[in-house]
């Protein structure tokens, strides 16, 4: 739990610790969140002290710290939005009334879920957060390593993530979408909430057009498009061979492209819905790809009522189109990762808060980096009614394998008795499953 997202935390606790009773739980674990660790290493630890979930009561930035904790262990995890904007939440439709939230994180429905990495370099200004890579293994040495144990450094290519690498849930961008972050008043924030970030939006919006040179790692291929004027991102492609050999933590394949642009902002999204704002229409949490966005207002406030139309118009499923005498552009590629470095520093961030001015931006994604609790309702999910922690008998021949259920289009299945009973965990709470009466966990498939 985050307790400065809370004029008296204690009341939070006890109503979460009465509505956790009534749904079965007797005892709730609480682990708070501080400046110095806002939950990555309290989501580690929880772990190891065998949580079955892992919930994160607060804001999107409490959430992302969680899920780089969690990341990779294959333990369910749910949140309690009670922060600003709360996007993650909104993305897989959790509500945010906090007990309505908790039943949620309670129940069984799931979905593997991707977590992108950002990494920054050559920053005239270091980030003042710590970077979840370090925190992760900083706590992870503390549970699992010994004196004489040694550990190789992580790669581009390694699932666990650097030290100097942040975690992404939503959007990581740099210069437009950086400058309006650290515009946005924090007081004004708690008194209006996300209000605040329309407002210091508007006064972002004379922040210098970007030169800059942009990487897309494996991107999906272009649609044809004759006529020019469609919303896509497009570049040469990379030779292998002319990729630089002194890079051996940036591999690059012969599907990756490179392009010159000049824009605003340009954004990396794991999720694609903002408040009263479809910001990238093709985002999925699940595809294992980043969606890349290139915002640019070539004529002041007129560039900028047009990229606010073009944005407005995802709203109901119109798609931007760029025209050669458009005042402003929106474009979009999708990929597996990617990078873009400026002629000079811009304001980046990759949560709520601006975080560094870096000259260069990588982010990758991590397909199916853990399990997300949510409703069955949620945009993009579909609900397995044979999933074994119903009570029902599953119709798969083998039921412990992890993979596309082609009966119910699952994701991802987990697999466990029937008697498996839900508990709390993490940053947020801790139950271990084997403290229920009669409760015998679940297996990860």
């Known amino acids: 739990m985050n307790p400065s997202k809370h004029d008296d935390p204690q009341a939070f606790k006890d109503l979460i610790n009465r509505k956790a009773k009534e749904l079965g739980i007797d005892h709730v674990h609480w682990r708070e969140t501080t400046r110095e660790d806002p939950g990555t290493g309290q989501a580690v630890h929880a772990l190891e002290e065998g949580a079955s979930v892992v919930i994160a009561a607060g804001g999107d930035g409490t959430v992302r710290a969680v899920a780089a904790g969690m990341a990779g262990s294959g333990v369910r995890m749910g949140i309690i939005p009670v922060g600003t904007g709360n996007v993650l939440a909104g993305n897989l439709s959790i509500?945010?009334?906090?007990?309505?939230?908790?039943?949620?994180?309670?129940?069984?429905?799931?979905?593997?879920?991707?977590?992108?990495?950002?990494?920054?370099?050559?920053?005239?200004?270091?980030?003042?957060?710590?970077?979840?890579?370090?925190?992760?293994?900083?706590?992870?040495?503390?549970?699992?390593?010994?004196?004489?144990?040694?550990?190789?450094?992580?790669?581009?290519?390694?699932?666990?993530?650097?030290?100097?690498?942040?975690?992404?849930?939503?959007?990581?961008?740099?210069?437009?979408?950086?400058?309006?972050?650290?515009?946005?008043?924090?007081?004004?924030?708690?008194?209006?909430?996300?209000?605040?970030?329309?407002?210091?939006?508007?006064?972002?919006?004379?922040?210098?057009?970007?030169?800059?040179?942009?990487?897309?790692?494996?991107?999906?291929?272009?649609?044809?498009?004759?006529?020019?004027?469609?919303?896509?991102?497009?570049?040469?492609?990379?030779?292998?061979?002319?990729?630089?050999?002194?890079?051996?933590?940036?591999?690059?394949?012969?599907?990756?492209?490179?392009?010159?642009?000049?824009?605003?902002?340009?954004?990396?999204?794991?999720?694609?819905?903002?408040?009263?704002?479809?910001?990238?229409?093709?985002?999925?949490?699940?595809?294992?790809?980043?969606?890349?966005?290139?915002?640019?207002?070539?004529?002041?406030?007129?560039?900028?009522?047009?990229?606010?139309?073009k944005m407005l118009g995802q709203l109901i499923g119109l798609r931007p189109i760029n025209l050669p005498v458009s005042t402003g552009t929106v474009a979009f590629r999708q990929a597996k990762g990617a990078s873009v470095t400026a002629t000079e520093p811009q304001c980046a961030r990759w949560t709520a808060t601006p975080s560094a001015w870096p000259a260069r931006c990588t982010c990758a994604c991590r397909p199916a980096h853990w399990t997300w609790l949510c409703p069955p309702s949620a945009r993009g999910w579909s609900y397995c009614p044979a999933d074994p922690l119903r009570d029902t008998a599953c119709p798969d021949p083998d039921p412990c394998v992890c993979r596309h259920c082609p009966t119910f289009k699952l994701v991802a299945k987990w697999c466990g008795p029937a008697s498996y009973a839900p508990g709390i965990a993490g940053a947020a709470s801790v139950y271990p499953a084997q403290a229920h009466s009669g409760g015998t966990g679940v297996r990860p498939a």
């Not at 144990?149 to 979408?177: F, K, N, Q, W």
């Open 95 to 309: 509500p945010d009334d906090p007990e309505h939230a908790l039943a949620v994180a309670l129940d069984a429905n799931h979905r593997l879920v991707d977590l992108a990495w950002v990494r920054v370099e050559n920053a005239t200004k270091p980030s003042s957060l710590p970077a979840e890579g370090a925190l992760r293994d900083a706590a992870r040495q503390a549970t699992h390593r010994t004196e004489d144990e040694e550990r190789e450094p992580a790669t581009a290519s390694s699932i666990e993530p650097r030290t100097d690498e942040y975690a992404c849930l939503v959007i990581a961008g740099m210069g437009y979408d950086g400058a309006t972050m650290a515009d946005t008043d924090p007081e004004l924030k708690k008194r209006i909430g996300w209000i605040a970030y329309v407002w210091a939006g508007l006064g972002a919006m004379g922040v210098p057009r970007m030169k800059a040179r942009l990487m897309l790692r494996s991107p999906i291929a272009t649609t044809p498009d004759p006529l020019g004027v469609s919303d896509q991102l497009s570049g040469r492609t990379v030779d292998e061979a002319a990729a630089p050999s002194g890079r051996q933590d940036s591999p690059r394949s012969s599907a990756d492209e490179v392009t010159r642009i000049e824009a605003r902002s340009v954004m990396f999204a794991n999720a694609g819905e903002l408040k009263l704002l479809v910001l990238a229409p093709d985002a999925n949490l699940s595809d294992g790809l980043i969606d890349v966005i290139a915002v640019d207002a070539h004529v002041g406030l007129l560039g900028w009522a047009d990229v606010t139309w």
